[in-house]
Each structure stands twice: as structure tokens, then as C-alpha cells.
């Protein structure tokens, strides 16, 4: 399709994006009241993009990120994913605001007591390992898990567990947490034999997956940003340094599916494919706190019930800034096919509002109700990402058709940058999500508007050079000692 019309197409998207991310810190860290009670199961981000890396174009790579704030020092036990909670990643390919593949993951912990004869004793060891953490008999605990892919509803739908494409097992290995130099030689190494092929039920090609610990790759300096945005928008876009999160891991599920397992019936007019997706992570229902835990197993609570959605995201920076703090809890628990609940928040948004009110002279509320961002943000744009008799409903939208820019040639501002391949034609690692979000909500893609050239900023930049040029394209881990022997 015409080059043109895409690039405007998807300018009109970014503007509908500045409701969602104009003045948060980061997509989902701690954004509603329960979720900062259980953070194992805290999405942050989500990414979904056209692979990049050489030889890959007919991929999609999606990222889903959860367990934000990671110190890297915070043995012994790290940051281990709870293996009573269920992490998806949802495929909407039909447009109809309802999963039609899900990609299930379930942790489960693999222990080891490992003891040291004391005196004649055998005695526990209080650490995580007791020699070279890549050699799994000197660990003692460490988590594997299982990949299911649901086709049709997430609960009642058709299951199929996905296996190791190289030995046919449905368990894989997840790499323990980078500890240090002394219990890891080359960590790098040893993450990256944790990256296995992978045999998706129903597609004819195999894709490839990951979960792990990775450094966190959004740029942004939270305490500024949530003292009423205290920074200098008019800055150079590197000039609050490296930014709040720069010393922080995260966990990431990653997995790259070939293009045709997950296109539908979802197209363009110009018969474009178009992706739809979003993450959720899931609690039994009870939860029985046990007064009196005991050895070798789960100890302090007992969990039972049936699942219940905690946390939910698509967009960048939709329940941080866009969902009022009463709903948010809500909204975390809700599915897309009901997201006319919360219609008021994108038609009568409070955000353009505040920052009227934070950056007077500069930022001007535009008149409500905004029906353009309706159409914007919650069914995609025609031609470029929306598709034809889409159900309005927020979640990450991707046109695959587009094709990607390599690593070295990717611009941060995306679209806005002159790269169509970047947000919010789905969301790279790259991506300055804030940034394009500040300037478009200022006026950029507005033609009287008195600042509309305006460079505006956080004033956080993430080097490039910092990612991966392929899979899982997060980079490895902080480590937890700054010793190398």
C-alpha cells in the first residue's frame, strides 16, 4: 500500500497514544493499588514487533515483561516467577476483541537441598548455590516451565502443550538470575543456552523461546516523573541522566512465532494482516496462609480456586495514567470485549487536562469528547493497523506487512521519527514511547498549534547500543556482584 498513507495513518495513532503515556515513568510498574501486594505477577511491558534480527523478517517476536524493580543484589532468593500463577500472552487475529491463540506459561520450582556436613551434621545451606551456579547440581533451587497454546477462549478452548523442537520435552529450562562473577564465569553464555527452538502445536514452523532475567530497557526517571512530572521538557533528550531504572532487571517470557501462526481474519481494507495482543498473568482464587510452614514444600500458603486475572496490559501506560485510581484494580482484571466500561477515560481524558495545568503556556487541552481518539486508540487506523469491523478495544496492534528496520537504522521517536516500522505499529525495545507521547500531546501533529516544533522530552534516552540485534533482543542481565573473582 502507499507509503504515505501509512505514515499519517499511524501519526493519527501516536496522537490517540498521547493519552496513554505522556507523563508515566514506565508501561505498568505498580500501577494499581493490588498488584504492588503481589509482584511476581506485575506486568511492566509489552512488546510485539517483526523480528529484526538477519535472516528472521517472517517472525514476530513478542516480549512480555513482568516482576518490575529488580535490584540485582537481592539474594539469595533473587527474583523466581511463582509457579502458582499462570503468564499469557494473548493473539486477537479475528478483531472481535477476543483471544483466538493464547500462549500460556507455567512455572514450576525444581529443588535440591543442598547440605554440607557440620560437625558430623548435615546442614542445610542457606544460599541459592554452593559452587558454579551453570552446573544445576550445585543449585538449590531453579524453575523450569511449560508452554500451552489455547486456541479459542483462554479457560474452555482447545490446549496444546508446545515441546522442545531438539528433544521432544514439554518442560523447558529457565536460567537462574545472574547472581555474579564468581557463581557465573560467562553468564552471557549461559543465558544464551537457555534460548531453545520451539514446536507450536498447529504451526508448521518452529519459533524459538526464552524466559529470564534481562536488564530493563525503558528509559525513565520515575521519582521525577511522579513529582507532578518535575523535569525540564524543553531539555536536551538525555539531559536527566540514565534515568531511574538504568540499574534494574526484569523477568522476560519471549517468544518469536513465524508470521503465518498468528495472522487471522483480521486485515485492512488493503488486506494487511493485522496482529492484536496483549499480556495477562492469573492468581488462584484462594489463598490460606499456613501458621506453621514446613520443609520441602510450598510451606506458606496453600492456593486453590480457579484462576482470576490480575494484572493486564497492551499499550504502554494505559492503567498508570489513563484509568482513575479507583478502577484500576478493574481494569487489571478486565478483558478487552468489555473495554466500553471505561470509554469515559479515552472520550473525557483527564490527562491533557493535568498537564494544561503542569505546563501552562505550553500544553493546551484539546476539546472533549474525544471521539478521534476513539478511533485511534481503541480500534487501530484504517489502512495501516485497524482492522475492518474491529470491536473497539484496547491492546497492541501490529501490521506485520510493514516491513522492519534493522537494528543499527532504527529511530526511537518511531513513527514520528520517520520509521514506520516502530511504535505504535506495535512497540519495539527502542521505541522512546514517552517522548513521542509528549510531543504529539503538545501539538506536533497539529498545525496551529503555537509549539508544535517543540523537541519535547523526559530528558531520558536509552542507548541503542545497549539491546540485542536478536533474539531475545533484551540485554543480559545486571549482575549482582560487581566482582569478577
Known sequence: MNTAMKRSGLALAVAGLCLTAATASASSHREA??????????????????????????FVTLIANYLPLQDAYGGPN?????????????????????????????????????????????????????????????????????????RGDRRTGTRQTATNASTGTESFAKPLDNIGGKSFADYESYA?????????????????????????????????????VNTNPLGARDGEGAGDLADKNVTSFALEVPTSCLTGSAQTASGDPVIGAWTTASLRQARVLNPMPTANDKGAT?????????????????????????DKDRFNASEPKDDGQFATYVTNPTLPALLEILFAGTAVAPATPRNDLVTAFLTGVPDVNGPEGV???????????????????????????????????GRRPVDDTVDIALRVVMGALTADAPNKDAPLTDGVQLDPAELREAFPYLATPIAGSPNSI
Open 302 to 326: 496453600v492456593e486453590g480456586g480457579a484462576y482470576t486475572q490480575v494484572s493486564r496490559l497492551g499499550m504502554p501506560l494505559v492503567n498508570e495514567v489513563v484509568i482513575g485510581l479507583k
Open 192 to 228: 544464551n543456552q537457555h534460548i531453545f527452538d520451539i514446536a507450536i502445536p498447529g504451526c508448521g514452523t518452529e519459533g524459538r523461546v526464552f524466559v529470564g532475567q534481562r536488564k530493563e530497557a525503558f528509559a525513565v526517571n520515575l521519582g521525577e516523573i511522579f513529582d507532578l
Open 78 to 150: 533473587y527474583f523466581d516467577l511463582d509457579e502458582d500463577a499462570i503468564y499469557e500472552i494473548h493473539i486477537d487475529n479475528s478483531g472481535n476483541a477476543r483471544e483466538d491463540i493464547t500462549f500460556q506459561f507455567a512455572l514450576q520450582d525444581v529443588l535440591n537441598d543442598l547440605q554440607l556436613d557440620i560437625g558430623g551434621e548435615m546442614v542445610s545451606v542457606p544460599l541459592t548455590n554452593i559452587g558454579d551456579a551453570s552446573d544445576n547440581a550445585n543449585v538449590q533451587m531453579r524453575q523450569e516451565y511449560t508452554v500451552t497454546v489455547i
Open 391 to 425: 470491536t473497539a478495544s484496547e491492546m497492541l496492534r501490529l501490521n506485520p506487512n510493514i516491513p522492519a528496520t534493522m537494528a543499527g537504522a532504527q529511530n526511537d521517536l518511531g513513527v514520528l521519527g520517520g520509521d514506520n516500522a516502530g511504535f505504535p505499529n
Open 33 to 58: 493499588p493490588f498488584i504492588t501486594e503481589v509482584p511476581k505477577v506485575d506486568g511492566t511491558d509489552f512488546y510485539m514487533f517483526r523480528s529484526y534480527e538477519s535472516g528472521r523478517g517472517n
